[in-house]
């Protein structure tokens, strides 16, 4: 895998993980914006079409990424997710990382530290699609959950297990470790 040049403002070192070859690290170096994300786009696509499953961002270089840079890795995660594969994020620098946050993205995408735990949480998802599905559904964190309010079926979100006041009604309600929401 070559070394790849954009416009003299991204550089794109690709990297091969691991001896099965479906998992490669892409280090990123420079900016992401609108004049050099379509060429990107184009490569990182071309890329991910020659059956490649996991992709790892190595954004330690990247030190400006646009709303269409964004763009661009969610059309990367929406065609991994079409061919069963997965990618992740990691060392985002302080200012790419609110660009991220800002536009909320960072619900979207798995965005770890440091590349061991980025490597992990790609392999999980091959573990868990490894597994079989009754494991797998029981294996589903419970928490955070989204409920409606037993009395005034207003929707509300938890962290965790215990006793909450509506904002709706104000009833208290108690919710069970297994998620199960009732008036206490």
């Known amino acids: 895998m070559n070394e790849i040049m954009i416009k003299d403002s991204l550089k794109i070192t690709p990297m091969q993980v691991g ?3 479906d998992t ?8 992401l914006d ?8 184009s490569h990182v696509n071309s890329l991910i079409n020659t059956g490649i ?17 964004i763009g661009a890795f969610t059309a990367f995660l ?14 985002l620098q302080k200012k790419v990382m609110e660009v991220f946050q800002l536009l909320g993205f960072t ?19 091959a573990k868990e699609e490894q597994k079989e599905p009754s494991e797998a559904a029981r ?16 929707k509300l979100k938890t962290a965790r297990a215990g006793k909450f006041r509506c904002s709706g009604c ?4 108690a919710v069970d470790e297994n998620g199960k929401a009732g008036l206490a």
């Open 24 to 31: 490669v690290q892409l280090i990123l170096n420079g900016y």
């Open 19 to 21: 001896g099965s070859g």
């Open 53 to 69: 499953q996991n992709i790892i961002f190595n954004c330690n270089g990247l030190n400006y990424i646009s709303s269409t840079g």
């Open 139 to 154: 294996s589903q964190p419970i928490f955070p959950l989204i409920f409606d309010c037993p009395r005034c079926r207003k």
């Open 34 to 41: 609108t004049y050099n994300s379509p060429e990107f786009q």
């Open 170 to 173: 104000k009833g208290i309600i």
């Open 107 to 125: 619900k979207f995408f798995k965005i770890a530290e440091d590349f061991d735990n980025a490597l992990a949480l790609v392999q999980s998802k």
């Open 78 to 91: 929406k065609l991994m997710k079409q061919k069963k594969g997965d990618m992740a994020l990691f060392g």
